[in-house]
């Protein structure tokens, strides 16, 4: 049996993740990680790896693990998450741990932070951010043509209109919190708009972990020059809710008619909302 450490594959990107990971203590020393070789368990063919947190023991069907699998191992070992949040983070924040790893970023405070900020939070660091003042979290997804699963499509039968709002009887804040920084992190591969969020929200959350500010933050030299948000660009691979083909599309339609991308958007997710309604849904 070895020892993280001693492993030849662990280094370079490897390497990378457990430092974007380990922010704030939060994991064992790399020498206090057992990996299990690949013939010591036995479990059906689709299980690529499992981790005995207490024993801080990880297996691997195959080595070196693909990147998202290892980062995702290395949360479960990462202390201090809800029960029954576990494997919502490992899933959410497995990938987004491998891209700030690409990126040679290591985040001012644990990834694992990013579920236990507010819906406001995220609302001002977007608002921030985007320089755009998005009425809500409904808005901002959206102008990018996702409905998350938390948003219900209300319509007026009085007068035919519609809007799209938070399923505040199916919902709370927590698993909303949890919905939406999953999609800003599907989000931040292609919208670099969506990362700075991401990392402006764990920028927050070290300045109110750290109760003795030790070293001034110097002002982000980036931040005063902003793009605004372009929806050519940031509309490309919005597909979340909208496959490439259905946004391709999109863009001819709001070309040819001189509309707007967004409103567009508006339409084609009411006339998908048309086609589910009559079945009913309680
Ligand atoms: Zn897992």
């Not at 949360?75 to 576990?86: A, D, N």
């Not at 946004?247 to 998908?272: C, N």
């Amino acid at each position: 049996m070895f020892k993280l450490c001693e492993l030849p594959w662990f280094d370079g990107l490897y390497k990378s993740i457990y430092d974007v990971l380990s922010v704030e203590g939060k994991l064992p020393h790399p020498c206090d990680i057992t990996i299990l070789p690949p013939d010591a368990v036995e479990v059906r063919e689709t299980v690529q790896a499992a981790t005995w947190v207490d024993a801080r023991t990880i297996w691997f069907r195959h080595q070196p693990p693909s990147y998202t699998t290892f980062a995702h191992e290395l949360i479960h070992l990462v202390s201090g998450k809800p029960v029954e949040f576990e494997e919502a983070y490992a899933y959410n924040l497995a990938a987004f741990a491998v891209l700030l790893a690409e990126r040679g970023i290591v985040p001012p405070a644990s990834v694992v932070r990013l579920f236990e900020v507010s819906l406001s939070e995220i609302m001002d660091a977007i608002r921030e951010v985007y320089r755009y003042p998005f009425k809500d979290i409904v808005e901002y997804f959206e102008y990018f043509g996702i409905i998350p699963a938390f948003v219900v499509f209300k319509e007026n039968p009085l007068d035919d209109s519609w809007k799209l709002e938070i399923d505040w009887q199916r919902y709370n804040e927590k698993t909303i919190v949890v919905a939406t920084v999953a999609e800003l992190v599907g989000m931040a591969e292609y919208d670099e708009f969506a990362l700075d969020v991401l990392l402006k929200l764990l920028e927050r959350a070290s300045r109110s972990s750290t109760s003795a500010p030790s070293k001034p933050q110097s002002s982000n030299p980036s931040g005063s020059e902003r793009r605004r948000p372009n929806q050519a660009v940031l509309h490309q691979k919005v597909g979340v809710y909208l496959d490439e083909e259905t946004m391709r599309q999109i863009a001819e339609l709001a070309e040819a008619y001189g509309i707007s991308y967004s409103a567009v958007v508006r339409l084609a997710v009411r006339e998908l909302y048309k086609k589910i309604k009559p079945g009913g849904r309680g």
